[in-house]
DNA sequence: AAACAAGGTCACAAGGTCAA
DNA sequence: TTGACCTTGTGACCTTGTTT
């Protein structure tokens, strides 16, 4: 049918385009800022979103710190797009606390799920912003309306927790706990699952401290949680410590006593950051992760396709979370992730079939997993693997759900990062 | 119906990814990692196990060896994830360690043989993994309990030892048998004898030097037997060698010396890989072995399933070899295997396709929204011959199995390679 | 028909350049 | 020094053809 066009036009099934992340340029899709200074970002740089400024910076000064000068101002500057020249030591610090690290790069496209991963955060982040805005600063912003935080969606994601913890764990920040556990942060467990994966990115960059030795004077210490940049710049400043200049003010109680008092400062967004680096850095058991991770993106997003109404709670405004139409696909799937009952019931899973094929197709990525993870990458890796019924049950739900999405108008996304 | 979605989907080409996108055959199931950076593996190419990045980088320097430039550090890189991008020469020197060839390739799917071979490699080095990672690391780990040790087993897998042999006679590699029996490697014949496809294999990419006129610089001088990876990974470092860029320090004694000291540094996933080229390369009695030998795998499997307590000897760390599940499927099914309990059971999922279209929202004007829509997926494949004739054994055996690791939240495992 | 891998395409990031 | 721009090359996707 008609594939059968498809199948005659080689590339044109590329009309489609690829989506294409473009973190700024303006305009259209995802505009992301330099999460060190503000400015629209011109890429994924060294592990973080940033401008072409703060990527060379960062490039010259991971290979050169003797150039950078103590900071004149306590190690406090507030570093925005402005005054970012102004202290080179509060610079390098601000990218090392938002994650940057020369190891940890990775070359090449970033995968579709890096991508939406991103574009989820965004939303997620003004939303909170948003909601800030208008709210109050001290208590915590409510929660954004968005898919995320579709109470089903959170069902979901949940089962993720322990995972991301014991990323947490494995990363000695067991603190973390506490913090996630604050309220501060929009349903944390929410978010974290899903996000959990880059928070164990985002603090992984101190282990990274082993392969530049200049670097390690700059290593932070622990990683409080990061919070995120654009949010609210000013917020997060990492304990300064290890580095005189850096972060000479240092003080372990001191750091310690703030950890707490951090977190709930800490912007979600943060958390949300897409991992750092991809590919490079995976957990351990990122893998597993990955793949209930995506599920549940999915199925969050799906659901939100569903019932639209859920999302337009409130963020009439631009956002919209509304068109963000994910169609994984998985062809057989694998696994539901699905929580939802509908879903659920499909799956009759067990006797299924076994499937040997090789390649999954389920879900995972790999750049989600890269994403979040980095690391060590020790043994295990596992992937919790899945099973997939070849079943179909979910053709109907599928069809329908495409078939809705085309109504509806929605076009596909373009992912494209930069201009 | 369907053709309407392929309308839907312009990427429906894809056969069943309508996903947009699709995460990337990262890995899947049958877990594997890119034996050359540790990667999850997206499928097997040119020989082995590697990820998309090593695929294509191997792809490309193949052809194009005066690109690399020689290491920095005396040929001692240890390639991994993070890594893999800084020293090219050292990147190709693992591929080709690895057994990665481009004369060697094959296409098509995998017979499910070698799926489970696969599997049960897998299997092996992590328990290898785990052994080694508790025991002694001088000693030899103890061969891994699991079907390969299986009487049966490995008298199926004997058959093709010689021809193994022969090969590296071919290539000129007399000294191979030495090194071999050297008792480095734990049990040599009786791994020989199951991986002996594989390890063939390995091998035989120094066949292949004829094939690429500049790939002679890169060839190894002579292979030590690949042993598993699970079994001792360590034990097999091939000597430096042939071209300085690739084997600037080689020297045999120098070799020998360091073989020892190297193993350790060695990944253990890279003995065990699967066999390198499937097709290819079969010896000659492989096919009349081949039955017989999968049967033998067959039965070790079931067995191993239903006395699970024999895997579990000592690798009770996280790996897990835990649920590996294998059944096997008669006719309608492949293999599954699961690992995490808890997600496995879920619902398979739809597959719909989602509408990543980003522009909408957020940021910038609705407009816009470009359209992007991807996906991809891929297909894999095998090679060994065969199929299962049987499959009945074990129907009510299999049922029973699938029953039983639904229980206990396993899942069916799922062979397939990627995505 | 499926499942696969080789190859091709091209989104993207690391680095280098050089005018300010 | 900085950072816009360019070059190099990585790797996520996609297409094709092979094999089961
Ligand atoms: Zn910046
Ligand atoms: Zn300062
Ligand atoms: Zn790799
Ligand atoms: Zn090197």
């Known amino acids: 049918m008609m594939q059968t066009d498809t199948d005659l036009n080689p590339y044109n099934a590329y009309q489609n385009a690829p989506i294409i992340f473009k973190p700024h340029p303006g305009h259209n899709q995802m505009s992301q800022t330099c999460k060190v200074c503000g400015e629209p970002a011109a890429g994924f740089h060294f592990g973080a979103f940033t401008c072409e400024g703060c990527k060379s910076f960062f490039g010259r ?39 940057m690290s020369k190891s ?46 579709h109470p089903s969606y959170l069902a979901g994601m949940s089962c993720r927790q ?26 944390p467990d929410s978010h974290n699952s899903d ?21 390690a004077l700059f290593q932070l210490p622990q990683l ?20 005189q200049i850096l972060f000479p003010t240092y003080n372990a109680s001191f750091y310690a006593q703030h950890q ?9 967004s943060l958390i949300n950051s897409p991992s750092s680096n991809n590919n490079n850095r995976l957990e351990p058991n990122y893998n597993k992760c990955a793949e209930e991770v995506k599920r549940y993106y999915l199925d969050a997003v799906l ?29 057989r799937s694998p696994v539901a992730v699905s929580r939802s009952p509908s879903l659920a019931s499909q799956a009759p899973s ?43 049950l979910g053709d109907d739900d599928y069809d329908s759900e495409v078939k809705r999405s085309k109504i509806n108008g929605t076009t596909p996304l373009d992912l494209t990062t930069k201009v």
Chains 1, 2 share one sequence.
């Open 61 to 99: 000064s991971y290979n050169n710190l003797s150039s950078i000068s103590e900071c004149k101002n306590n190690s406090e500057c507030i570093i925005n797009k402005k005054n970012r020249t102004a202290c080179k030591a509060c610079r390098l610090r601000k990218c090392l606390y938002v994650g």
């Open 104 to 149: 940890g790069s990775r070359y090449g496209r970033r995968s579709n799920w890096f991508k939406i991963h991103c574009l989820l955060q965004e939303q997620q982040q003004q939303a909170a912003a948003a909601a800030a805005a208008q709210g109050n600063r001290t208590t915590p912003p409510p929660p954004p309306r968005n898919m995320f935080n």
């Open 162 to 187: 322990p995972s991301r913890k014991e990323d947490l764990m494995l990363l000695g920040y067991e603190e973390y706990k506490h913090s996630s556990a604050s309220p501060a942060v929009s349903s």
């Open 195 to 215: 996000s959990s994966v880059e928070v164990g990115d985002r603090r992984n960059f101190l282990i990274r401290q082993s392969v530049n030795p200049n670097m």
């Open 224 to 243: 409080p949680q990061l919070p995120f940049a654009d949010l609210n710049p000013l917020a997060m400043m990492p304990p300064p410590r290890v580095h």
């Open 260 to 268: 707490s008092l951090l977190k709930p400062a800490i912007e979600p």
């Open 303 to 331: 659901k939100s396709q569903r019932s639209p109404a859920i999302k337009r709670e409130q963020d009439e405004d631009e956002d919209d979370t509304r068109e963000i139409v994910v169609s994984m696909t998985p062809p």
């Open 350 to 392: 067990q006797d299924n079939p076994i499937d040997l094929s090789m390649k999954a197709n389920s879900s995972t990525s790999d750049e989600m997993r890269t994403m979040s993870c980095e690391d060590s990458d020790l043994s295990d890796d596992e992937h919790e693997k899945r099973s997939s019924s070849n079943s179909e």
